[in-house]
């Protein structure tokens, strides 16, 4: 029965999505690569998506750690409100995102003395891809560092090492493989991510067009063998970035043992 | 005491974490409430009596009220034959069981687009039956099932393979039948993880925005669940109503954290 109703749900489904491409056939594929929106949109999703990560993979080590290894007031409130985004509707997250980056909201009026724009631009659709991906970095280092034994540390800082050598050659070479999913987890949702974007980037075509938008205007003017192909290459991509990061992580695992 | 002791440090830390909870986390929540109220309470209890508010909350509970339960029944069954059965391929049925999560949603919207529309697949099929699946409520339901499919099962494998099946064979051994083992042993040992997992779906099934968007062809009143009506009162400039419907949402997620803090304190108990 699990595997009726998953074939029913998700492989026929994905499967489906391949077969239509083959109608589409490899010259509808290339045909992706030929238009120069769809290029913008293309480079777009995979630029924001990389410095998110990069931004995601720091703040959310800073959270993990801190949560982990103090004890302060509210440690319990932020440790609960890290899984907001996880259960805050997309839209609403959008929608409240914009109005607070605007260049009249609460911290884009802050910026617009400056003449930084924030809302509409590459800016917010990464501060949209940080609210959604960061939770991904800090539920997954968590764990680890909790079960991280502390004498491991106190050994290091007896023979002489300081905190900074303490943290390089022993914590961190722990924790990368955690850190790594996280961020791999966070980088997928963010290339993919749809709700929250659609509201800050302003959708201007070619400047802040992402690509899940781009499916949704294919559509809209009935392109469907476009916005099939769009599909299929965001899922290649994004299936391969996941495999990469999964050998990654063997791979450092491995070397730990 | 000099300048980089782990007490300095450590305040740093704490505060930099204190600045960006506030500006990443809760900034967001205010900023709903503060212009949802925005013309007073009176306009806020104006904006939830719009007509077309009230029909797509309603058509939000309908579907949850569909998806979940059968992920749920889903989730338990996969669970199950996975932790208590031996058999090849379980790996990849793993990995299946989590590519809703890797897909973007607007990808899934459009996968069943390109099979139940008029072009599609049983496009013709359904035509000849009179059966509408896509820009009406069944396709909502469908995109909703596909994207939620993993939340249950997620929670439930981990937690089922670290109780083991001992308790059951004995309860077997006992003389029970299966249905008794299945009420008195199993459902009990992971009640709090069943729950914990129907609430994330429940919350994810409500606030399902890309697929749903994709499939929903925005027809106001009829089609419209609570996350696209907000896009479109956003999108008229009515932000009064806009985040008025948001911040129903805000309820539900943050009743959603709390039920989750009470149930994993719970599940630490045993």
Redesign the interface.
Known sequence: ???F??SL??????V??FF?TAKIGWEGILGVFREDRIRAALFLSFYVGSISAIINMF?GF??A???VR?D?F?RKI?D??????????????G???T??YSQK???GKLFAPYDIKIAYTPIGIIIAL??IG?PFVVRAVQPVLEDLPKELEEGAKCLGAS?FTTFWRVIFPELWPSILSGTG?AF??G?????SV??ISGNIPGKTEIL??L??TK?EQYE?SK??GI?VV??II??SI?FLINLAQNRASRRLT | MNRYSPNFTKWIFIGLVYFFAFIILILPILIVFQEAFAKGISGYLESLQEPDTISAFLLTLKVAAIAVPINTLFGFVAAFTITRFQFPGKNFILTIIDSPFAVSPVIAGLIFLLIFGRQGWMGSFMEQWDIKVVFNTPGLIIATMFITLPFVARELIPLMQSQGKEEEEAGILLGASFFQTLKKIIIPNVKWGLLYGIILCNARAMGEFGAVSVLSGHIRGQTNTLPLQIEVLYNEYNSVQAFTAASLLVFLSLLTLVVKIILEKNIHRK
Not at chain 1, 80 to 93: E, G, K, N, Q, S
């Open positions: 029965m699990t595997v109703y998953l749900m998700v492989v026929i489904p994905l489906g999505l239509s703040v800073l959270f750690w801190v949560l103090y302060f509210g932020i609960t409100l890290v899984d907001l985004p996880f259960t805050l509707p997309t839209a609403v997250a929608i409240a995102l109005t607070i909201g609460w911290i940080v609210f960061f905190p987890m997928a949702r290339i993919g991510e749809y709700g659609v509201f899940p938008l499916i949704i559509l469907y916005a099939t599909a965001m899922l994004s299936f996941m």
